[in-house]
């Protein structure tokens, strides 16, 4: 498993296919593995990069709290670190909000930008979700029953009527050979509670797609046109069926869409 020092914390990061640099971003108390069942379908045409944050799987947790603009440096760094002038770019979630740092503070790092699933601040009804989550880590609930418990904010009915199959999904987080700590969460999680990306947005020079499903709760689809509209020709798409983690239960439909605007450039 490669690792590279960067501002000071070690990352863990694998680097794998052919082509194009692409990395891969990963969202709040998400690692590498979020991406497990997308590499598959890009390896043969990009350069897939996945890794961990500050904070979580085999990173270095150092004392929090973290910001954002801290975690996009840390990714501008792994660039450097791996020789490549400029990539192509994912981020889900969280991960949307570092890659919009990337973004402002290092856009000539990036050719293309996919914001998915994402927002640009966070609403009252978010920070009170996150709240609940901090509060299930410190007790150190059972991860199956936090994912079960936190299923309904990233799935659709479609998954969610299906017991056996939502099942197999919460025991996801139980199967993490890298769980993530209370302590990297919860740096983490101060990280994105404060993040605004809104007032730099307007500067942003990379071609952007902001991509959403329609059925997003977590992160609806006007906090994704939000961006859109202020990022300066950024491409606005919502896909007809889809929630926070559309990647996963709609993959072909949401991977068609990245596909598509990333061969585009």
């Known amino acids: 498993m490669p690792k590279a020092t960067v501002n000071g914390v070690e990352l863990h990061y694998e680097d794998e296919g052919d082509g ?8 709040l108390g998400g690692n590498r593995l979020a991406w497990a069942t997308v590499v598959p379908q890009f390896r043969d045409r990009y350069r897939c990069i996945t890794f961990d944050n500050r904070g979580v799987g085999e990173s270095e947790v150092p004392a929090g709290p973290y910001t954002i603009d801290q975690m996009a440096d840390d990714a501008a760094a792994l660039i450097d670190h791996l020789g490549l002038d400029t990539v192509s770019a994912v981020g889900w979630s969280m991960g949307g909000s570092i890659l919009q740092s990337l973004l402002i503070r290092h856009g000539s790092k990036l050719n293309r930008a996919v914001l998915l699933s994402t927002l640009p601040s966070y609403t009252d009804i978010q920070s009170g979700w996150l709240d ?3 509060a299930l ?3 150190e609930v059972d991860p199956l029953a936090r994912g079960i418990v936190g ?4 799935f659709t009915p479609q998954i969610l009527a299906n017991h056996s199959r939502a099942f197999e999904f919460a025991q996801l987080a139980q199967q993490n050979p890298y769980p993530t700590s209370f302590e990297g969460y919860a740096a983490q999680a101060a990280a994105i509670r404060v993040y605004d990306s809104r007032p730099e947005l307007p500067n942003v020079a990379t071609p952007t797609l902001v991509l959403v499903g329609a059925e997003d709760i977590l992160s609806p689809v006007h906090q994704a046109a939000e961006i859109a509209a202020l990022i300066p020709e950024a491409k606005l798409v919502v896909l007809p069926r889809g929630g926070h983690a559309m990647v996963l239960e709609y993959q072909p439909d949401t991977l068609r869409e990245i596909s598509a605007f990333l061969e585009a450039g």
């Open 132 to 134: 609940a989550l901090l």
């Open 137 to 139: 880590s410190e007790a």
């Open 20 to 27: 194009p640099a692409l990395l891969l971003i990963s969202g």
């Open 151 to 154: 299923m309904p904010w990233a």
